[in-house]
């Protein structure tokens, strides 16, 4: 069983800074952290930032320059470094972590922005 779990988020002053964590777990096989998205009240998740499959990493517009996806030497964990923050980046912030195929997705963690 594949478990996918965030931390970090919380609540910010616009501004301010957050780093987001993730940790993905369950398998002696390669498990590949994936990315960011994110989901805004009443809106459909959207993503952030991800590692892609030639090993790049892709920004939204809206956070290029301001957010900074990285992950250690192990590719089951990965962090969000959020500088800048705007109340539009308010949401829960999701990990997706992928396993043979499949997509893993945590729970998520609340990023609030104040304004």
């Known amino acids: 069983q594949v478990q996918v779990v965030e931390s970090g988020g919380g609540l910010v002053q616009a501004g301010g800074s957050l780093r987001l964590s993730c940790a993905a777990s369950g398998s002696i096989f390669s498990i590949n952290v994936m990315g960011w998205y994110r989901q805004a009240p009443g809106k459909q998740r959207e993503l952030v930032a991800v590692f892609t499959d030639s090993g790049r990493r892709d920004y939204a517009d809206s956070v290029k320059g301001r957010f900074t996806i990285s992950r250690d030497n192990v590719p089951t964990t990965a962090y969000l470094q959020m500088n800048g923050l705007k109340a539009e980046d308010t949401g829960v912030y999701y990990c997706?972590?992928?396993?043979?195929?499949?997509?893993?997705w945590g729970k998520g963690t609340l990023v609030t922005v104040s304004s």
């Open positions: 997706k972590a992928r396993f043979l195929g499949m997509d893993y």
